[in-house]
């Protein structure tokens, strides 16, 4: 039972332009969210997160929005750069709960010169 | 600050042997974390640890996996006997406390082909 669901398997941007990575979650009980990027042939690496108590986390070129009601967030990256080429997971805890996270399936960026 | 170190990187079994993994988190690092990741596939939780007692082994399948944490720092996993759906990514990763707000720290993973 997947309960964050990435439906975007993989995105291409050129350089320079917005990329949006999507997710989405069915567990309503989640009120913490993460993003991690991972490279080939490395483990994932911590991007950026959000508390439910917000519905925006700005950490220089990267946003993450948060929306609620929707069960659904994003991820911006403003301006894409080809280094930005990577896998994208999304993540979801329970933040008073002592449990590990709930990832989805990831989605490709690809970003073109 | 050294990040969490596994090993092997690479290995390739025939199905219905053994095999095992070693992780060393991060240093004072409480809580550790065994992910399966199947191709195609987001992480999925195995087994976590807060120290050396276990916390969630739910999706862990006991009939042929078994992990354990020596002294509260570096973890084994093993895979006795392996099967062909066993192919996959072990991931470790570690976090301070273990909290749902903790961020976790991965390693780079052992790729287990089971041929």
């Known amino acids: 039972d997947q309960q964050v669901k990435q439906n975007s398997p993989s995105l291409s941007v050129q350089e320079g332009r917005i990329s949006i990575l999507n997710c989405d979650y069915t567990?309503?009980?989640?009120?913490?969210f993460l993003w991690y990027k991972k490279y080939p042939a490395e483990g994932p690496t911590f991007l950026i997160s959000?508390?439910?108590?917000?519905d925006k986390n700005e950490d220089g070129r990267f946003t993450v929005f948060l929306n609620k009601s929707a069960k659904h967030l994003s991820l911006h990256i403003v301006p894409s750069q080809p280094g930005d080429s990577a896998v994208y997971f999304c993540?979801?805890?329970?933040?008073?709960?002592?449990?590990?996270?709930?990832f989805g399936k990831g989605t490709s960026l690809l970003v073109t010169p | 600050e050294a990040g969490v170190a596994q090993s092997p990187r690479y290995k390739i079994i025939e199905k219905r042997q053994s095999v095992a993994f070693w992780c060393n988190p991060i240093?004072?690092?409480?809580?550790l974390y065994w992910y399966q990741q199947i191709l195609g596939q987001g992480p999925k939780l195995l087994i976590q640890f807060q120290n050396n007692g276990v916390v969630d082994d739910s999706q862990l399948p006991k009939d042929r996996f078994s992990a354990e944490r020596l002294k509260g720092v570096d973890s084994t996993l093993k895979i006795q006997p392996a099967k062909l759906e066993d192919s996959a990514v072990y991931l470790c990763?570690?976090?301070?406390?273990?909290?749902?707000?903790?961020?976790?720290?991965f390693g780079p993973g052992t790729r287990l082909t089971v041929l």
């Open positions: 959000i508390s439910s108590i917000k």
């Open positions: 240093s004072g690092h409480a809580t």
């Open positions: 567990n309503s009980m989640f009120d913490y």
């Open positions: 993540a979801a805890s329970v933040s008073n709960s002592g449990y590990a996270l709930n």
């Open positions: 990763a570690s976090s301070p406390m273990g909290v749902g707000t903790d961020t976790q720290y």
